[in-house]
């Protein structure tokens, strides 16, 4: 199969990685090279890479096509390929997904209407403490977890839209949107408390057996996150992926990407789409100040 990436940063030294196995060529934007070259754990890789500039004449090449941009370019790049006569199976795209909940629901009304497979990178049900909490859940009623995240803000970044609410960040839409898509698999619908502002968000929610989670998130001077299971003491970690990340090799979050990845080539994702669309349409009708 032929896969093709739109995204010099995380599409590069995340699905690249992930996506390196099952493919026979990779076609990168030639404009990305110079990135490509000055990452020197991507040398490994480059034995399939196949340079374009011009996707007209590549499209018709391409079995699956990964997206890592901003949610408005991500949104624009699937409209404008769609209109393209091509033979693409699956689209791996990026949370989320577009800018906000309402255009996302049509975005995804368009992908279900072609009848495209599609998936989304949420990798959090990958995780030890993910799989865990479920096993809790499955096997015990009204647990009470607590799961804490601190986010570190890079003050040089601000002006990036990751930490732009409109644009499809901020703590709800870019970090929390993990945590609302997990919650939505372990079928928590039940809002019972949401308080947001641009530093802090706070979730209460339950399930129809009363098992609850407690959530916050805030932006921090350090990175850090821990969760609590009933009694049980904070198990505590760097981050949610990963307790300690050596960015001068091969991200870690690869290793789940290509669990990802190879659970989702030849499936679609509209059913578990459509649960986490609702959660996340209902945290933000609810929410109590954004």
């Known amino acids: 199969m032929n896969s093709l990436i739109y995204g010099s940063g995380f599409g590069l030294y995340g699905y690249l990685p992930a996506i ?4 026979s060529k990779i076609f990168l934007n030639k404009k990305y090279r110079v990135f490509f070259n000055s990452r020197s754990e991507l ?24 997206i890592a941009k901003r949610p408005s370019d991500q949104s624009r790049i699937i ?4 209109k393209k006569k091509n033979k693409i199976k699956h689209f791996f795209l990026e949370k989320p997904i577009s800018s906000t909940p309402k255009k996302t629901v049509n975005l995804l009304k368009i992908l279900n209407t072609k009848k495209i497979n599609f998936s989304v990178g949420f990798l959090f049900e990958y995780t030890s403490w993910a799989k865990l909490i479920k ?7 009204k647990n009470k977890i607590f799961i804490k995240w601190n986010i570190l803000k890079k003050i040089n970044s601000t002006k990036s839209w990751k930490y732009n609410f409109n644009e499809g960040g901020g ?18 619908d039940n809002i019972r408390k949401n308080k947001i502002n641009k530093d802090y968000w ?9 098992n609850s989670i407690r959530l916050m998130l805030k932006y921090s001077i350090t990175s850090n996150f821990s969760y609590k299971i009933n009694n049980e003491k904070f198990n505590k970690l760097q981050n949610p992926f990963f307790n300690k990340i050596n960015y ?22 509209i059913y578990q789409m459509r649960k986490f669309m609702d959660l996340w349409c209902a945290i933000e009708n609810d929410v109590s100040t954004i």
Do not use: M
Request: aromatic share 14%; glycine share 2%.
């Open 202 to 210: 706070e979730l209460k929610i339950q399930d129809k057996k009363k």
């Open 248 to 269: 001068k090799s091969i991200d870690p979050r690869c290793l789940y990407l290509k669990k990802y990845i190879h659970k989702n080539l030849s499936n679609n994702n």
């Open 79 to 82: 409209k404008s390929l769609l």
């Open 171 to 188: 703590l709800l839409r870019y970090y929390g949107i993990h945590l609302i898509k997990l919650f939505s698999d372990f079928n928590f």
């Open 43 to 66: 040398a490994k890789f480059k034995s399939k890479i196949v340079w374009y500039d011009n996707i007209n004449n590549t499209i018709h090449k391409i079995d699956y096509l990964v």
């Open 20 to 23: 390196y196995k099952f493919s």
């Open 135 to 141: 096993k809790h859940l499955s096997i015990k009623k």
